[in-house]
């Protein structure tokens, strides 16, 4: 399997909680390297700009209000299978059907409050990267 980069980020419940630690434990832990990261309260700009692909669902506003509700942090995790290391690692977007021992099935409350986010292909990984750091290609080779 190929070394990937791929998009995290701990949500503002998870922050809040207090767990930001223990969850990026459990990628280091797993094999994934932390390449870039950044605590940030994201604008309502960039919020709806990173989740335009779902612009028309009807929890956008909700969803965007919640991102920008408290700080975030931002990261770039890398490694072998690392978009779907990571996807397995959060568990379901809902946690209530999120797999035991999954980051979601631990430190999650429910599916708007669902601790982290992760790309979800090699397409939105790249895309999402490059939209919190343009210039990690740069500073990271
Ligand atoms: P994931 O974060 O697992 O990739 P999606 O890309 O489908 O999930 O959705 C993006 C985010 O939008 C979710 O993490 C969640 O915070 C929110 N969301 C998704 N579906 C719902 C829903 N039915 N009701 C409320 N919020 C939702
Ligand atoms: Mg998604």
């Known amino acids: 399997m190929a070394v990937e980069r791929t998009l995290s980020i701990i949500k503002p419940d998870a922050v809040a909680k207090n767990v930001i630690g223990k969850i990026i434990s459990r990628f280091e832990d797993n094999g994934l390297k932390i390449a870039a990261a950044r605590m940030q309260l994201l604008s309502q700009n960039e919020a709806e700009g990173f989740y335009a692909v779902h612009r028309e669902r009807p929890f956008f506003n909700d969803l965007v209000k919640f991102m920008i509700s408290g700080p975030v942090v931002i990261m770039v995790l890398e490694g ?62």
């Open 80 to 141: 072998e299978g690392a978009i779907l290391k990571n996807r397995t690692l959060m568990g379901a977007t809902d946690p209530k059907k999120a797999e035991k021992g999954t980051i979601r099935a631990d430190f999650a409350e429910s599916i708007d409050a669902n601790a982290v986010h992760g790309s979800d292909a090699p397409d939105t990984a790249a895309t999402e990267i490059a939209y919190f750091f343009p210039a990690l290609a740069v500073y990271s080779r």
